[in-house]
């Protein structure tokens, strides 16, 4: 069985400061790996994925995640936000030929002005 | 059409009633799931299916739980004699290749309260 584990529930930063959200995983075959935000009232939108090759990947709205498969995490980076970005953040693993992903209970990023 | 279209977007239900959740897919997408996520927490998956085939429903709580995609586009998710636990947003999402491999487009929603 595999499980997700969101380090920090909420994160407050100010606008234009670096954020890091954590995201450990654990699992005992080989994995995709997922971040998704979802604003107010919207569904879950994808932002970036890992699936093979090079660790870091980059996602939509200047995101980014490196897969460290030595720590079994995919940490979700960006080096300076905006208040738009204030939404909660999921991150999820998918098993190969599984379908279903396993979800984290997500991190509330709140930036301020 | 351009997104996951889910209907109605809010549901109240007395306890004991039945309900049905739609979910329009995005035209072309083999893959379909359906997740629950109670307030506060990440999505928990249902059910998947692959075209009209239903692959794994190992994540429906109970026998009250039942979904169908009779010909492979539109999805149905039924809860029969609602309880108050039920209440939850249920999340369809739809990916173009089999297993959501490339990561899924989620519906708004259907947010389900049982009173």
């Known amino acids: 069985a595999q499980s997700v584990t969101q380090l920090d529930s909420q994160v407050p930063v100010f606008e234009e400061a670096p954020v890091e959200l954590r995201c450990n995983y654990s699992?005992?075959?080989?994995?995709?790996l997922f971040w998704y935000v979802q604003y107010p009232n919207q569904g879950l939108q994808l932002l970036l994925k890992?699936?093979?090759?090079?660790?870091l990947v980059k996602g939509i709205n200047g995101f980014e995640a490196e897969f460290n498969k030595s720590q079994t995490s995919f940490h979700l980076r960006k080096p300076s936000v905006h208040i738009s970005d204030t939404a909660e953040y999921f991150c999820?693993?998918?098993?190969?030929?599984?379908?279903?992903?396993?979800f984290g209970d997500g991190t509330t990023l709140t930036v301020k002005p | 059409g351009a997104g996951v279209s889910q209907s109605p977007r809010y549901k109240v239900a007395k306890r004991g009633q039945d309900v049905a959740l739609r979910c329009d897919p995005i035209?072309?997408?083999?893959?379909l799931f359906w997740y629950q996520q109670a307030l506060g927490q990440g999505p928990e998956f249902l059910t998947y299916?692959?075209?009209?085939?239903?692959?794994?429903k190992s994540g429906l709580p109970s026998d009250r739980f039942f979904a169908e995609r009779p010909e492979g586009s539109v999805s149905t998710l039924k809860i029969q004699r609602t309880q108050q636990e039920d209440s939850a947003v249920y999340l369809c999402?739809?990916?173009?290749?089999?297993?959501?491999?490339?990561?899924?487009?989620f519906g708004s929603g259907t947010r389900l309260t049982v009173v």
């Open positions: 999820a693993v998918s098993e190969y030929n599984a379908g279903k992903s396993t």
């Open positions: 035209s072309g997408h083999v893959s």
């Open positions: 890992y699936l093979s090759g090079s660790t």
């Open positions: 999402a739809s990916s173009l290749k089999p297993i959501g491999r490339d990561g899924y487009t």
């Open positions: 699992s005992s075959v080989s994995v995709y």
């Open positions: 299916f692959q075209n009209e085939a239903q692959l794994d």
